[in-house]
């Protein structure tokens, strides 16, 4: 027997001896995973994304390492997979909607390495985090681990970043259509005798965003009537900037991780419309200037052999500018007649400051009581400060107002039959305090109406559970009864397109998950995975943003009740880490559920589908990796996708005729892309084309989306 040999056969002894003991890593199916082939043996080890997949809960995660060459955003590839729907309002840097299932805008909640990403400030997002940064980003369903200490309703994202234990450097630059401009570093040095590690992050993204928009009304030359035609977007100008320094050690006898990080960022919006693309603004602008210090400390071990302890500790500085002081009405020419209002508020002329400073602090203890045995205490508070001023207004009072949250989540886990089966069990308690200082527009906003200082005390809990039946199929269910608090942009408004809302409750839901997930190694290196999932939400106090077609502006409002049912499966292969196959679908039935108004008339919404939302959609996907193709140690990766998206109506079903009633289309997307790399990784070129048919395509309330658009890339790692 030679040496390789015995080592396969050594590891596949550890593998045995390893499951024996009940902790078992390594396996032979369910894997989209890393292969090592010794002679004619080969052992197959999990991802952690798979592992992830495979527990209690519904959760997608995906593997942005190994994209990051290729993706111009984290958006691109959340978007791609199973149960989500990311709807954007333009092109870089626009707002934009994430759902889960269904459930979408504030109802999800965004986390980065376990800790609330809005604490890197308001204009830090999914759509401008450097993609370089980023390992992988766990997706949660409708049921959140209490270890999260999150109010989420309808789902959370967990950002993971990657975490090299050797030093390195990592830059990428590329440029591409309508002006687009992006630029990411960060790197990593360990100090030889201190052990100090140092990770620094810079980025820099810039888009004029002058697509070309179709069919849009402009007045003649004469000035006498209206014309369609195709004119370029003039006031759409996007400039973001990040940098993060981040020190500290691992591996101590004091603490497996203590890290103190200081960030900066600074967003430049221009606002090209309303919140409706008949409304065109040239000369409105958002500005955004965020300063965070944070801690975070780990230790196993923690003052007793089988308690372990993490907690995190972060402020941030938040500045956002609302600059709306022309008294204008433009044209997608960029012509204009002078008006007698400001062009988001459609009132007088504002140059308004919001800041919002936020304080959070999480601590987390796990206690394991036994073998597969364990209890987690997590706690969370998190203070939103909203202070308003206007500089050109000096009508205007000046506003404090305060939005506290606490929440305590206790969970217990168990692992039976030898791994067969993992449980969770956990219950959450929210504190939502809330000190109202601001009364402009009382009889809009509600200010006449609520209380000046009120808290309010809610309760949440729930249980996930996984059985494996045999190699290919297991089944996993969850259940929460869940409370989503509302956060300060619902309440408070964004001071430009958003007005308050300051009598708005929380949403309470009933969350259901039940779903089996399976894989085949066929040998050869052939691996086929599926999964499929059904769900159900039946929230109460539905939390939707409704907008006035005569001034464009948007709130958020309460709706009694809306149920959530639905489906969502995927299917994926892959054939020795050359030819990868995927496809997903999704679909949900959204309905309204209040039956009458509140002056007891009968709700002609009712059963109605949620309006300005698509439910139904599917993904396709396909990328075959030729290696050893001209330089050293390359790569030559070619992929496209496809995505369909199901019409859907703008407004409430029951409101106008059928046809007449404004709906938006559906979507057919298809994009590609090509990698290639060399001297294993260390260099890497791609080239992506996104909406490769130049398509007409629309989002939120008919706002249309960017045609075709190439971006050019290229990424050092060393």
Same mark, same amino acid.
């Given at each position: 027997m030679n040496f390789y %040999?015995?080592?396969?056969?050594?590891? $596949?002894?550890?593998? !045995?001896? $390893?499951?024996?003991?009940?902790?078992d890593t390594i396996g032979v199916w369910g894997m989209l995973k890393d292969t090592v082939t010794l002679e004619a043996s080969a052992v197959t080890a999990k991802s952690k994304e798979q592992t992830l997949r495979e527990g209690a809960y519904a959760v997608n995660a995906v593997n942005i390492n190994t994209q990051a060459a290729t993706?111009?955003?984290? /958006?691109? $590839? *959340?978007?791609? /997979?199973?149960?989500i729907r990311i709807r954007e309002e333009g092109g870089v840097g626009s707002d934009f909607d994430l759902s889960i299932n269904g459930m979408g805008g504030n109802s999800i909640r965004y986390f980065l390495d376990g800790m609330p990403l809005d604490a890197k400030g308001s204009g830090v997002t999914l759509s401008n985090l450097p993609v370089n940064l980023i390992e992988?980003?766990? *997706?949660?369903?409708?049921? *959140?681990p209490a270890s999260f200490g999150s109010d989420a309703l309808g789902g959370a994202v967990n950002i993971i970043t990657s975490r090299h234990r050797r030093n390195y450097l990592d830059f990428s630059y590329g440029a591409g259509s309508f002006h687009t401009h992006k630029a990411d570093f960060r790197a990593q040095y360990t100090g030889k005798r201190t052990g100090l590690i140092i990770r620094p992050v810079v980025s820099a993204h810039y888009s004029k &965003?002058?697509?070309?928009?179709?069919?849009? +009304?402009? %007045? &003649?030359?004469?000035? #006498? =009537?209206?014309?369609? /035609?195709?004119?370029p977007r003039f006031h759409d100008g996007y400039l973001s900037l990040f940098g993060q320094i981040e020190a500290g050690f691992s591996g101590r006898k004091w603490a497996d991780d203590f890290f103190?990080? $200081?960030? =900066?960022?600074?967003?430049? +919006?221009?606002?090209q419309t309303g919140a409706t693309q008949s409304y065109v603004v040239g000369m409105a602008e958002r500005k955004t200037r965020s300063l965070n210090l944070s801690a975070r400390y780990s230790k196993r071990g923690f003052l007793a052999e089988n308690l372990d302890f993490s907690a995190m500790a972060s402020h941030t500085w938040d500045h956002s500018q609302t600059i709306d002081t022309t008294y204008r009405r433009y044209y997608w020419d960029g012509t204009y007649i002078e008006g007698s209002y400001s062009e988001i508020r459609h009132r007088g002329k504002t140059l308004r400051n919001y800041y919002r400073p936020m304080t959070i602090v999480r601590g987390n203890f796990d206690w394991h009581l036994a073998d597969n045995h364990s209890l987690t205490l997590n706690y969370l508070l998190n203070r939103t400060g909203n202070r308003q001023d206007d500089e050109w207004d000096l009508d205007y009072v000046p506003t404090d107002d305060v939005l506290t949250k606490h929440i305590i989540g206790l969970a217990y886990n168990q692992v039976l039959f030898g791994g067969r089966m993992d449980n969770a069990f956990f219950a959450k308690d929210y504190v939502n305090h809330l000190e109202v200082g601001q009364s402009e527009f009382p009889s809009t906003t509600g200010a006449a109406t609520v209380e000046p200082v009120s808290t309010r005390n809610y309760i949440g809990y729930g249980l996930g559970s996984r059985f494996e039946i045999d190699a290919h199929f297991s089944l996993k269910g969850s259940y929460e009864h869940s409370v989503r608090l509302p956060v300060s942009r619902e309440v408070l408004g964004n001071?430009? #397109?958003?007005?308050?809302?300051? =009598?708005l409750s929380p949403e309470i839901s009933e969350n259901f998950n039940l779903g089996l997930f399976g894989a085949w190694d066929l040998g050869g290196g052939h691996v086929i995975s599926y999964e499929a999932n059904g769900f159900v939400r039946l929230v109460d106090n539905y939390i939707q943003a409704t907008v006035s077609e005569t001034e464009g502006m948007m709130q958020y409002v309460n709706v009694a009740a809306v149920h959530i049912k639905g489906v969502d499966g995927e299917i994926r292969y892959d054939w020795a880490g050359k030819l990868h196959l995927g496809a997903n679908a999704s679909y949900d039935d959204c309905r309204d559920q209040r039956e009458f108004n509140q002056d007891g008339t009968p709700s002609i919404t009712y059963r109605n589908h949620t309006p300005n939302r698509p439910w139904a959609f599917c993904n396709a996907e396909a990328a075959y990796t030729f290696r050893e193709v001209g330089l050293p140690d390359s790569r030559l990766r070619i992929g496209a996708d496809y995505q369909w998206v199901h019409w859907f109506f703008v407004t409430w079903e029951a409101y106008g005729s059928a046809r007449t009633k404004p709906r938006i289309p559906a979507q057919h997307l298809v994009n590609a892309s090509l990698l290639y790399s060399w001297m294993g990784g260390r260099y890497n070129v791609s080239l992506e084309c996104t909406n490769l048919l130049n398509v007409l395509s629309f989002d &939120?309330?008919?706002?249309? +989306?960017?045609?075709? =658009?190439?971006?050019? +890339? !290229?990424?050092?790692?060393?």
């Open positions: %040999r015995r080592l396969s056969f050594l590891i $596949a002894l550890l593998c !045995f001896c $390893a499951s024996l003991r009940g902790q993706l111009q955003s984290l /958006t691109q $590839a *959340i978007d791609r /997979t199973s149960g992988r980003v766990e *997706i949660y369903k409708g049921v *959140i &965003n002058d697509y070309l928009m179709r069919d849009v +009304k402009v %007045r &003649n030359e004469e000035r #006498t =009537a209206f014309i369609i /035609t195709d004119l103190v990080s $200081a960030s =900066a960022s600074k967003v430049d +919006k221009e606002v001071g430009s #397109t958003v007005y308050p809302n300051l =009598a &939120n309330y008919m706002l249309q +989306k960017p045609g075709r =658009a190439f971006f050019l +890339k !290229f990424r050092l790692f060393l």
